[in-house]
């Protein structure tokens, strides 16, 4: 069964970070570009960053460039989301996705094909 799990989700307060985690099992993730989305309360969806299934291509939100990072492990079947300069607006729950598209990554929510459950993530002081 093909599963995505996230994790590393938490309470920061501004300014702080955190590290997601997307986990996958029942499938390779090398296959597949992996993107991160996040959903706020009463707001949509909305793409945050994605990589390539290679890892060489990445994309982000203007909202978390520069301080967002994406990464992936490919042998750990794992990809990361490395949040610094954390604020307000960044609460959100945030979900991994998977998309088999050959190269590049995009991020539409349309387009990926297999999602995790989601992590909160909080900032507040």
């Known amino acids: 069964q093909l599963q995505l799990v996230e994790s590393g989700g938490g309470l920061v307060q501004p300014g702080g970070s955190l590290r997601l985690s997307c986990a996958a099992s029942g499938f390779t993730l090398d296959d597949y570009a992996i993107g991160w989305f996040r959903q706020a309360p009463g707001k949509e969806r909305e793409g945050v960053s994605c990589?390539?299934?290679?890892?060489?291509?990445?994309n982000y939100a203007d909202s978390v460039k520069g301080r967002f990072t994406i990464s992936r492990d490919n042998a750990r079947n794992t990809v990361y989301l490395q949040m610094n300069s954390l604020i307000a607006e960044d609460t959100a729950i945030y979900y991994c996705?998977?998309?088999?598209?050959?190269?590049?990554?995009?991020?539409?929510?349309?387009?990926?094909?297999?999602w995790g459950q989601g992590t909160q993530v909080g900032v507040s002081s």
């Open positions: 990589i390539s299934n290679s890892g060489r291509s990445t």
């Open positions: 996705a998977a998309d088999r598209i050959r190269y590049g990554c995009r991020l539409y929510v349309s387009s990926y094909d297999y």
